[in-house]
């Protein structure tokens, strides 16, 4: 009787040779790419006059750099109009699918991807950017991969890699009201630590996780990363078969009815071994957010910056550099920070879910006096759907600035930036220091409702108390 993981079968189906040295040579489905980690590797290419292998398993959009105010061309930034020409003429000599600015399906690389139905269960998928591991949420095992990777694969469609253990977290019980999957990963790095899940593939499982919709499964695995996990991934089951189904790229007809077969019998089994599997129970966790500069430093809302001696020795030495840099004390509660800063967006959280959630917490209200609120929807998909919902008019109406799909401030490559040591409540994945672009900016990260509370209130505020006041 088989013991395999879905990583396991996944793995298998998808090695194509052992190499010297103990790694695995695994052809790779489907290959992600922007503008930002390869246009060095279509030069390599080039160098070598190498052609890309498989064109048909290559996808483009832009996502990193792009404007999110005006997005006519010539772009005002000159590196950004550089990088999108660079990748128009890379996609056009390779005959690559791209989707570019004002083609209904442009957006962050890890929402357009799952959103046309290309990421599907059992594949193996990369990308130059490292929150690939979002699309493990279908039941694919995805990697973020650098610049050299991205050019073996447009080379060969293969990776060299060394085979991960799988570490399964079992979350039990429901996640309460008013906390979200977000709250949820946040959580699980905070107990496990950011390097917890190296040489790992994390496999998420149990009821809380069942109970989560395909977008909140998405934000669980585009986390994985920031715990230390190689890949993250959820089994398949019929929400991810339902949100699939009529997809642009979903198989069709009889090809639908052989997928989900296939895809039935990639699950883990029942008697699965595991290398380590955590429990955790789901419904004692509270809304949470980072207080420091990794995303393992996070707190409930309720509970005070801890002290060095609540703090594993090994993690000691980070939080002395947090509590300077984000000029916190021990002892000090998280909740009233006063913000500066409110994004919303990324592909962590900004999904067309995430808006509406957002939305019920700021309909109606007004953004602080001196907080800066954005909306950033991740991608054209979300943003057209979000104003056939009138999303858009409920942020405008309530202060919030409504910005073009990209990444934005999750990263800041483009002009959209903290200013000097601004406090930003922020629904993206990452708070190392100077991530939203200014070198001393700092970043709290948390739920997109938990962002729009802090944007309404000025300050960080427990969402449960405005869903409260609703009832
Ligand atoms: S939103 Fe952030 S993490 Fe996601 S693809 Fe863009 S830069 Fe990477």
Redesign the pocket.
């Known amino acids: 009787m088989s013991q395999d993981t879905l990583f396991d079968k996944v793995w298998d189906l998808h090695k194509v040779a052992s190499l010297p040295g103990g790694s695995d040579q695994l052809f790779i489905g489907l290959h992600l790419i922007h503008e930002v980690t390869s246009p060095q590797a279509f030069g390599s290419l080039k160098d070598k006059n190498l052609k890309v292998k498989f064109p048909n398993r290559t996808l483009a959009t832009v996502?990193?750099i792009v404007p999110t105010d005006n997005q006519s061309r010539p772009f005002k930034d000159n590196l950004a109009e550089q990088m999108i020409a660079t990748l128009e003429k890379n996609c056009l000599e390779h005959k690559i699918k791209f989707f570019n600015i004002g083609s209904g399906n442009q957006g962050?690389?890890?929402v357009v991807a799952p959103e046309l139905g290309l990421t599907q269960p059992g594949m193996t998928i990369a990308c130059g950017?490292?929150?690939t591991s979002t699309h493990g949420a279908f039941g694919s095992i995805a990697f973020g991969i650098g610049t050299s990777q991205v050019r073996d694969i447009l080379a060969s469609q293969t990776i060299a890699m060394n085979r991960l253990k799988v570490r399964q977290i079992w979350c039990e019980n429901k996640l309460s009201n008013g906390v979200s999957a977000k709250d949820l990963v946040l959580y699980i790095i905070q107990k496990l630590g950011v390097k917890a899940g190296v040489g790992f593939a994390y496999e998420f499982a149990g009821p809380a996780i069942n109970a989560l919709s395909m977008e909140e499964r998405m934000t669980i695995c585009n986390m994985s990363i920031e715990g230390g996990a190689r890949c993250g991934y959820i089994n398949p089951d019929k929400k991810t078969y339902d949100y699939l189904k009529e997809k642009l790229f979903a198989p069709k007809n009889n090809d639908w009815d052989k997928a989900l077969n296939w895809w039935e019998s990639l699950k883990s089994e029942k008697q699965a071994v595991y290398d380590d599997i955590i429990k955790l129970d789901a419904s004692k966790i509270e809304p949470t957010i980072t207080w420091g500069i990794t995303p393992g430093q996070s707190i409930g809302i309720n509970q005070t910056i801890p002290s060095k001696l609540e703090i594993h020795p090994d993690d000691q030495l980070i939080a002395e550099e947090a509590y300077e840099y984000m000029g916190f004390q021990p002892g000090q509660l998280i909740k009233n920070t006063p913000i500066d800063v409110c994004f919303i967006g990324?592909?962590?959280n900004g999904r067309i879910s995430d808006l509406r959630e957002a939305a019920k917490i700021v309909k109606q209200k007004k953004v602080a006096k001196n907080v800066k609120a954005f909306i950033v929807p991740g991608s054209e998909k979300v943003a057209m759907k979000a104003k056939k919902e009138g999303l858009d008019k409920i942020f405008l109406d309530a202060g919030f600035q409504w910005r073009e799909p990209g990444?934005s401030m999750?990263?800041a490559m483009n002009a959209d930036k903290l200013i000097g040591n601004q406090i930003s409540a922020s629904s993206?994945?990452r708070n190392f220091k100077g991530r939203q672009g200014s070198p001393n900016g700092r970043t709290l990260l948390m739920s997109p409702a938990m962002v729009a509370a802090a944007a309404i209130t000025g300050r960080v505020s427990d969402v449960r108390e405005f869903i409260e006041n609703e009832k």
Do not use: E, G, K
Request: glycine residues 0%.
């Open positions: 996502d990193h962050i690389v890890h950017d490292s929150h990324s592909c962590t990444c999750c990263l993206s994945n």
